[in-house]
């Protein structure tokens, strides 16, 4: 899974522990589904920073798209949850 980090650019979750990718991922959902700016800019901030410390970086050159899009880490919580599905970001596992 290719994931697009606003303004840091895409990185390749295909290797990192999915069940802790997914619990940042829920615990951003969690937050903007109680109206909690903090909390999601806390959330959202924790998973940015698992994701470009553990995510492979695609080559400059990659041109396919991104399989999710999350949003810069000072988003407003208007802005964090228009990026968002029913799932999160992240679509839950099968």
Not at 14 to 22: A, E, H, M, P
Not at 49 to 63: F, I
């Amino acid at each position: 899974m290719i994931i697009r980090m606003m303004g840091e650019g895409q990185f390749d979750v295909k290797n990192v522990d999915q069940d802790l990718l997914q619990k940042y991922d829920n615990q951003v959902e969690d937050a903007v589904n109680a109206g909690n700016e903090e909390a999601a800019r806390t959330a959202l901030s924790a998973l940015h920073d698992y994701v470009t410390a553990n995510g492979q970086p695609v080559a400059d050159d990659y041109l396919g798209s991104s399989d999710v899009v999350i949003p810069f880490v000072d988003a407003t919580l208007a802005e964090i949850a228009e990026l968002l599905t029913g799932e999160g970001f992240i679509p839950d596992p099968a």
